[in-house]
């Protein structure tokens, strides 16, 4: 049995530990059974996608932990949140997001823009534009292609980072939202699941953004999480964060 004092101690850690991230990331629950992600002192984090983690980022500046290295989406969200509740692990959290990225297009910039920085946690968000652009006419891409580039990037990434812990973002849209059309439907459910059969492939964390999205519309129209039912607005990106967080830590 518990003496008295072992348990104040125990029950004012756990209160302390919930403190330290705010109650509203305790939203989204996290995926039956699935692991978490425990940070150690000097941690570097990466964030890595297209538009959506690129967020206007500076690409001058390349710099850890800076705001306008991080943009102004989910990965400057979730980063203050990381450094303001672990101030003693003097985490380097990076973004190397860019606009308009397909898979194939961050396997050309890998080496300088993942594997060179030794990233010990990696996310990943990436698959809108691997259909989006088909629709436009800008590629010709497949389902298949996306898996397959995928799968190659990931079994590349685990060869040279093979203590990487991974995370896979799962791509998401808000249909009836501008671009986001009936052309869009049944493929992009393929690309979705593409994503989470990724990630059990490669044992990672898997945040299921389309679900976070859904259930944010019993809220407030989808028109207001994303101005376009790809990117999001200033609480889509709020909720992605939350999301993000509670997911992985």
Request: net charge positive; charged share 25%; hydrophobic share 40%.
């Amino acid at each position: 049995m518990k003496t008295r004092r072992k348990f104040i101690k125990e029950t004012a850690a756990g209160a302390m530990a919930a403190m330290s991230i705010p109650k509203v990331l305790y939203e989204f629950p996290a995926g039956a059974g699935q692991k978490k992600i425990k940070l150690e002192k000097n941690n570097v984090i990466l964030f890595q996608g297209d538009s959506i983690t690129d967020a206007g980022r500076n690409k001058q500046n390349e710099s850890f932990n800076n705001p306008s290295s991080l943009g102004s989406g989910y990965a400057f969200l979730a980063t203050a949140a990381l450094l303001e509740s672990f101030p003693s692990l003097n985490l380097k959290v990076y973004n190397r997001g860019i606009s308009g990225n397909k898979v194939f297009q961050l396997a050309e910039r890998w080496d300088k823009d993942c594997l060179d920085l030794k990233p010990d946690v990696l996310s990943i968000l990436i698959g809108v534009n691997d259909i989006w652009h088909t629709l436009n006419g800008q590629y010709n891409g497949t389902v298949e292609k996306y898996r397959n580039d995928y799968i190659a990037l990931l079994e590349r990434t685990m060869a040279a980072l093979p203590s990487v812990k991974l995370i896979i973002c799962e791509p998401f849209a808000v249909p009836g939202v501008k671009a986001v059309d009936d052309r869009w439907y049944p493929e992009f459910y393929e690309y979705q699941k593409s994503a989470r059969e990724i990630a059990e492939r490669f044992g990672a964390i898997f945040v299921p953004f389309q679900k976070v999205f859904d259930e944010a519309q019993n809220r407030a129209p989808g028109s207001y999480w994303t101005g376009d039912g790809v990117h999001p607005s200033l609480p889509g990106a709020q909720l992605m964060a939350k999301a993000w967080l509670k997911t992985v830590l």
